[in-house]
C-alpha cells in the first residue's frame, strides 16, 4: 500500500505562484511513476504533469512553461512548482502514483487551488 499527502494548495491572484507537495509513504519503493492531475468544478480529471523513475517528465500542453514537477529518486516527495497561476487553473489537485507490478494506482485526497482574477 502506498498513502499520499498532498499540501500546499490555497488561494492566490492571478500571476502569482504556489508549490503543491505530495508526500508518500508505505511501499514506495516499487513506484513506477507520480502525476498530478486536477479537477475543476463539473469537469473531468485530467493529467497535469507526470514524472517517471529516471526523471522523465511531461505536460499537459495548458500548463506547459508554467508549471514544474520534480521529485526525489525515492520518491518520499513530489513537488509541482506553479507559476504565471491563472483562473483556469482553479481545481482541486490530486497526487497520483502508479506502480507497473500488479498494475497499482494510488490518490491522495486532492488539495484545493483557487486563482482569482
Known amino acids: 500500500q502506498v498513502q499520499l499527502v498532498e499540501s500546499g494548495g490555497g488561494l492566490v491572484q492571478a500571476g502569482g505562484s504556489l508549490r503543491l507537495s505530495c508526500a508518500a509513504s508505505?511501499?514506495?519503493?516499487?513506484?513506477?511513476?507520480m502525476a498530478w492531475y486536477r479537477q475543476a468544478p463539473g469537469k473531468q480529471r485530467d493529467l497535469v504533469a507526470v514524472?517517471?523513475?529516471?526523471?522523465?517528465?511531461n505536460y499537459a500542453d495548458s500548463v506547459k512553461g508554467r508549471f514544474t514537477i520534480s521529485g526525489d529518486n525515492a520518491w518520499n516527495t513530489v513537488y509541482l512548482q506553479m507559476n504565471s497561476l491563472k483562473p483556469e487553473d482553479t481545481a482541486v489537485y490530486y497526487c497520483?502514483?502508479?506502480?507497473?507490478?500488479?498494475?497499482?494506482?494510488?490518490w491522495g485526497q486532492g488539495t484545493q487551488v483557487t486563482v482569482s482574477p
Open positions: 514524472i517517471a523513475k529516471g526523471g522523465s517528465t
Open positions: 497520483f502514483a502508479f506502480r507497473i507490478v500488479g498494475s497499482r494506482a494510488y
Open positions: 508505505g511501499d514506495i519503493f516499487r513506484i513506477n511513476s
